[in-house]
């Protein structure tokens, strides 16, 4: 197997390390839910107690119903200066905890364990220039970045379907946020975000976010591999 390709499999594996061994051995802390904001009819934002969590903007928790050992995975919404905690969550079609989640009314207890991953900036490239490239929900983490670290040299580019689903991207400055929309032409770019980099190739001095479904960070891997572009300045988080 080619050096990069070795690489490109390889992208799965930081997921493993989320597994909460002690979300088995003990009921997991509960926190109290005090808002949902709905962004679409099927995608909220929940905030809850922080409980003095401490974590890195790109992080995960863990996140459930309690008595209910259903826990999925979501990444921290708010900044790491946040009073609270929040999370970006869209319903899944059959899904089991993403459907319940949403209905759940202000007051409730939620388990929370975390934060996970390491799917965050490193310190040591602050000052360079970064490309977050999420679709979907997979906007979350770079919310938190964004808002953590207000002097970050960034862009965004945003793959959803429609401008509905461009979720609260009044909080990044216009020029730092590019909507790639695929099934309308009201986005800032009519296509992808693979066609956006297509057509855009990306700066060898840039560090490359990507965070969603796995055909796309595989797809995006390639054309940036393509591009002569170095894969460790590649970092992933893959949803699903
Ligand atoms: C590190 C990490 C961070 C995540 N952060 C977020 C986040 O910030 N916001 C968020 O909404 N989700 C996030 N997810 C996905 C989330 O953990 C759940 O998988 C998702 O909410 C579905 O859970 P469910 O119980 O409703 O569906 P399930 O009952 O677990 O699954 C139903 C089916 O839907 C598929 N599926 C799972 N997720 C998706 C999806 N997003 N779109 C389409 N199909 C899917 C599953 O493969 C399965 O076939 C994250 C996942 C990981 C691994």
């Known amino acids: 197997m080619k050096k990069n390709q070795a690489a490109k499999y390889s992208l799965l594996k930081p997921n493993i390390k989320?597994?909460?061994?002690?979300?088995?051995?003990?009921?997991?802390?509960?926190?109290?839910?005090?808002?949902?904001?709905?962004?679409?009819?099927?995608?909220?934002?929940?905030?809850?107690?922080?409980?003095?969590?401490?974590f890195k903007a790109g992080q995960h928790i863990t996140l459930g119903l309690p008595g209910n050992n259903q826990l999925r995975e979501y990444s921290i919404y708010s900044t790491e200066h946040d009073p609270y905690l929040e999370v970006l969550i869209k319903e899944v079609e059959k899904g089991m905890v993403s459907k319940s989640l949403h209905k759940c009314r202000l007051g409730d207890f939620l388990s929370v364990d975390g934060p996970f991953g390491f799917f965050t900036l490193d310190e040591n490239n602050l000052g360079k220039k970064n490309l977050f490239i999420g679709t979907g929900t997979g906007i979350a983490p770079f919310h938190s970045m964004a808002g953590s670290?207000?002097?970050?040299?960034?862009?965004?580019?945003?793959?959803?379907?429609?401008?509905?689903?461009?979720?609260?991207?009044?909080?990044?400055?216009t020029e730092r946020y590019i909507s790639c929309t695929s099934r309308d032409d009201k986005g800032k770019f009519k296509g992808r975000v693979t066609d956006y980099i297509r057509k855009n190739p990306v700066g060898s001095e840039t560090i490359v976010y990507l965070c969603g479904n796995v055909e796309m960070i595989y797809e995006v891997y390639d054309i940036l591999v393509s591009q002569h572009f170095p894969v460790?300045?590649?970092?992933t988080e893959v949803y699903f």
């Not at 051995?25 to 679409?40: A, G, N, W």
């Not at 960034?154 to 689903?165: F, K, M």
């Open 149 to 173: 670290y207000p002097a970050l040299d960034y862009s965004i580019l945003h793959g959803v379907r429609t401008t509905d689903e461009t979720y609260e991207s009044s909080f990044y400055p």
């Open 18 to 54: 989320s597994l909460s061994p002690v979300s088995d051995l003990m009921p997991l802390p509960v926190y109290r839910l005090h808002e949902i904001r709905d962004l679409t009819p099927t995608s909220y934002i929940m905030r809850f107690d922080r409980n003095n969590m401490e």
């Open 232 to 235: 460790d300045q590649i970092k």
